[in-house]
């Protein structure tokens, strides 16, 4: 830890923001316990978002990205909190005048996970069961692979989506893998969804701590927490999704990693569920990078997986996904659309 960091912290105490859900706390307070070990007094201040608040609607019916995430960055920029940590999948690529992200600590799975009944795979499900989600992007994949599943929404946080689970309203759920992980509940997976048949959301899996771009203080102090690879890994990922302008919402799924040779792969799929089926274009490439560090937005290792993840963006337009994405737009929002 920086000890000047340590030392001139404006408030003598570091105020971190934080969702109420229990995700939520694990995940801020997982952070937090890493920060006081590191020598700083931390406190956690929850804060209700709108996504909490209307848990009885699907997320794509609330009309815009960042519905989780909106209330934290306002209490940032009112100098409630100093710091705010958000599950970087729900976090829109949009840029928010006088907030940046500061660090990405390092990544859980990112991938999907099945949770039913043991032995329970995308394969062997019987044909009508029905299946739960809350993503679209979700849905969708689910409806390329088994066209014969009934696939609902379902909306709560984890502990609430188990229990519908286990009275029986649905066969199985789809959720995070790294979410149960952090709550203790990897037992209940089922199986992992995985590329190159289930691709997983953009940033998934990995944590955005995000902090006043002025605020060099806080900037320094949490900078232990950063994992340089995650960091490479999800800017790709967010630089895609950005130069699509798919939304957080959008039936996009990507997954970038570093190699141990220092090479970063990023690939991506854009799909579109339309009457006569589903139907997906993907793209992939590779950047070697030089040096371990991601030392800030301006970096080259930053820029250099920033450009790869428009290079892919381009790949996926030039083969249609621009279209695909303003049909599923126009879908799920028809008034929107003229």
Not at 11 to 20: D, S
Not at 116 to 144: F, H, M, W, Y
Not at 183 to 208: D, K, M, S, V, Y
Request: aromatic share 2%; net charge neutral; proline share 4%.
């Amino acid at each position: 830890m920086n000890n000047e960091a340590v030392s001139t912290m404006t408030h003598g105490m570091l105020r971190i923001g934080t969702r109420g859900s229990g995700l939520a706390r694990a995940q801020t307070g997982m952070m937090a316990e890493r920060l006081r070990a590191a020598g700083l007094a931390v406190e956690v201040e929850v804060i209700t978002t709108r996504g909490d608040t209307r848990g009885d609607q699907p997320v794509e019916a609330l009309g815009e990205d960042g519905v989780f995430v909106r209330e934290l960055e306002r209490a940032l920029l009112e100098e409630r909190v100093d710091l705010a940590v958000h599950s970087l999948k729900d976090l829109p690529t949009a840029d928010v005048p006088g907030l940046g992200i500061a660090c990405i600590p390092e990544r859980a799975s990112p991938f999907d996970a099945l949770v039913g009944r043991p032995g329970d795979t995308l394969e062997n499900l019987p044909a009508g069961v029905i299946v739960g989600t809350s993503s679209i992007r979700r849905a969708v994949q689910l409806k390329a692979i088994r066209p014969d599943l009934d696939v609902r929404p379902v909306r709560g946080n984890v502990d609430t989506r188990l229990a519908r689970l286990d009275r029986g309203d649905y066969r199985c759920l789809v959720l995070a893998a790294a979410g149960l992980a952090r709550l203790g509940l990897e037992h209940r997976i089922t199986c992992l969804l995985e590329p190159p048949t289930f691709w997983p959301a953009i940033g998934q899996g990995a944590l955005g701590l995000q902090i006043r771009t002025d605020d060099e203080q806080t900037r320094l102090a949490i900078a232990v927490l950063d994992h340089p690879a995650s960091h490479a890994a999800v800017v790709a990922e967010r630089a895609c999704l950005g130069a699509l302008a798919g939304g957080c919402l959008a039936p996009v799924g990507g997954w970038g990693r570093m190699t141990a040779a220092g090479t970063l792969v990023l690939g991506a799929r854009v799909l579109e569920s339309r009457r006569g089926g589903v139907s997906h274009v993907t793209a992939e490439r590779t950047v070697r990078l030089d040096g371990s560090h991601l030392a800030g937005s301006g970096s080259a290792v930053h820029n250099a997986a920033h450009e790869l993840g428009r290079q892919v963006a381009a790949d996926l337009e030039s083969q249609g996904a621009g279209a695909m994405l303003t049909r599923m737009r126009a879908e799920a929002h028809p008034s929107a659309s003229g």
